[in-house]
C-alpha cells in the first residue's frame, strides 16, 4: 500500500513541482532542503550587499573575486563531506543535500570566473591569455571544468544514461576538483596562509575518511577522532614544511606555535577541532541510539 501510495503521488505531482530544489526524491516537499538552498545563497548576497554598499575596499570586484571564490572552495569540500557525514551522524536524509550543495559550488565557481572577467573589463581574450599563462588560474579553470561535468550530470536522467557505475566514477572527480581549487587557493594567496591551510586540512580529513572507509575502518567508534587527530598533525607538519621552504623558519618554532595559547588559532588546531567536534556529534548520536536497540 506504502509503495502504491508513493507511486499515485509522484504521477499527481507535475514533473515541474519534483525537479524544484525544495522537493526530495519523492517529489514531496523538504523544509530540510529549502533550508540549506537558503543557506547557500546567504554568502552571494552578502557579498552583493557588501558590493552595492560600497563596502569592498578602493577595487570591490577585486575584492567580491576573492569572496566568492573563498565560499566555493568551502562548498567544493562540503560536497564530498556529505557521504562520511551521513555515516558518522548517523543522519540518512543528508544524502539529499549532496546535489545542492555540489550545483551551488559550481555556480560560485562559476560566478568566481565571471567577477574576474568583469575585473577585466570583460577583455575575454586577455581572461583566456592570463588562464593559459598564469599556473594557478589554468589549475582554477580545470577544477571549474571537472565542477561543470559534474554539474551538468547531476540530474537523476544523466545518472540513469551513464548508468550507476559510470556515474559514481565520473563524481569521484570532485576530489581532483577540490585538490585542485586548494592549490589555486594557496598559489593566488599572497601573505596570511592560514586559511588555506585550514582547507588542506579539512581535505587531508576527507581523504582520510575516504580510505578508512574504502579498508571498512570507518564505523570504529574510535575512528573519527583517529582521523581527526591524523589531519591535526598532518596540517601542522604541512604548514612547518612550508614556512621552511619558503621562508626558512625552523620547523620546530612553526610547529611550537600550535601550542602557543596567545594569538589567532593555529590551522592545524582549527582543523582539529572542526574535525572532533564532528566526532563528538557522531558518538553523541550513536550513544542516544544505543539505547533505542536496547528497548526494542
Known amino acids: 500500500m506504502a509503495v502504491m501510495s508513493e507511486t499515485i503521488s509522484s504521477i499527481a505531482t507535475p514533473a515541474w513541482w519534483r525537479a524544484m530544489p525544495w522537493c526530495d526524491a519523492a517529489g514531496r516537499f523538504s523544509w530540510l532542503k529549502l533550508a540549506v538552498l537558503v543557506l547557500l545563497c546567504v554568502p552571494a548576497a552578502l557579498v552583493s550587499a557588501d558590493f552595492i554598499a560600497g563596502d569592498l575596499g578602493p577595487r570591490p570586484l577585486n575584492e567580491a573575486v576573492h569572496r566568492i571564490g573563498n565560499w566555493a572552495l568551502r562548498l567544493i569540500l562540503l560536497s564530498p563531506a556529505v557521504t562520511p557525514a551521513r555515516s558518522l551522524l548517523r543522519w540518512p536524509r543528508v544524502v539529499q543535500l549532496r546535489r545542492m550543495t555540489g550545483v551551488a559550488a559550481f555556480a560560485y565557481?562559476?560566478?568566481?570566473?565571471?567577477?574576474?572577467?568583469?575585473?577585466?573589463?570583460?577583455?575575454?581574450?586577455?581572461?583566456?591569455?592570463?588562464?593559459?599563462?598564469?599556473?594557478?588560474?589554468?589549475?582554477?579553470?580545470?577544477?571549474?571544468?571537472?565542477?561543470?561535468?559534474?554539474?551538468?550530470?547531476?540530474?537523476?536522467?544523466?545518472?540513469?544514461?551513464?548508468?550507476?557505475?559510470?556515474?559514481?566514477n565520473l563524481h569521484r572527480l570532485v576530489y581532483l576538483a577540490a585538490l585542485l581549487s586548494v592549490i589555486h587557493f594557496f598559489m593566488q594567496t599572497k601573505a596570511n596562509v592560514n586559511e588555506p591551510w585550514v582547507m588542506a586540512g579539512l581535505f587531508a580529513w576527507l581523504m582520510l575518511w575516504r580510505v578508512a572507509n574504502w579498508r571498512g575502518w570507518a564505523n570504529g567508534w574510535w575512528m573519527p577522532a583517529a582521523l581527526a587527530v591524523t589531519a591535526a598533525v598532518l596540517t601542522a607538519l604541512g604548514e612547518a614544511v612550508y614556512y621552511a621552504i619558503k621562508f626558512s623558519a625552523p620547523m620546530e618554532k612553526v610547529l611550537a606555535m600550535n601550542f602557543e595559547t596567545s594569538g589567532d588559532l593555529r590551522p592545524a588546531v582549527i582543523v582539529g577541532a572542526i574535525c572532533l567536534a564532528i566526532s563528538a556529534i557522531g558518538l553523541f548520536r550513536m550513544a542516544l541510539k544505543e539505547p533505542a536497540k536496547s528497548a526494542r
Open 109 to 168: 565557481v562559476a560566478v568566481h570566473l565571471v567577477l574576474y572577467a568583469a575585473d577585466e573589463k570583460y577583455d575575454l581574450i586577455k581572461v583566456a591569455v592570463e588562464i593559459a599563462i598564469r599556473i594557478y588560474l589554468a589549475i582554477g579553470f580545470v577544477a571549474l571544468l571537472i565542477l561543470a561535468a559534474l554539474a551538468a550530470t547531476s540530474t537523476d536522467a544523466m545518472t540513469r544514461r551513464l548508468g550507476g557505475r559510470k556515474w559514481r
